[in-house]
């Protein structure tokens, strides 16, 4: 089992950056496939992106080229490194952990943080 924290969210205004955390406690943290999902009020939880236990990566298509997501295993730590913000970016950004499976679907992974808040001023 592993429990996973959050940090880093905020308000920012639209074109700015923000870098989000995610400290793992528990398991080894570097057996981990490691998400990065957000919802929004009203809306379903949505895929942003994934890194693998090997460090392969994939991204949703609206943040291509505008999020940048990795791992420090030694640190026990997530990030996503968040750049040209939008005001639809503005969200709750959970990370999430699995040790077996790795996608874009929530219920591919069976540990979740409690989220932090991503505002985006427009």
């Known amino acids: 089992q592993v429990q996973l924290v959050e940090s880093g969210g905020g308000l920012v205004q639209a074109g700015g950056s923000l870098s989000l955390s995610c400290a793992a406690s528990?398991?080894?943290?570097?057996?981990?496939?490691m998400g990065w999902f957000r919802q929004a009020p009203g809306k379903e939880r949505e895929f942003v992106a994934a890194?693998?236990?090997?460090?392969?990566?994939t991204y949703a298509d609206f943040v291509k080229g505008r999020f940048t997501i990795s791992r420090d295993n030694a640190k026990n730590t997530l990030y996503l490194q968040m750049n040209s913000l939008k005001y639809e970016d503005t969200a709750v950004y959970y990370c999430?952990?699995?040790?077996?499976?790795?996608?874009?679907?929530?219920?591919?992974?069976?540990?979740w943080g409690q989220g932090t808040q991503v505002t985006v001023s427009s």
């Open positions: 999430a952990a699995d040790a077996s499976r790795w996608g874009r679907r929530p219920a591919e992974y069976e540990f």
């Open positions: 528990g398991r080894t943290f570097s057996v981990y496939n």
């Open positions: 890194i693998s236990w090997i460090r392969d990566t």
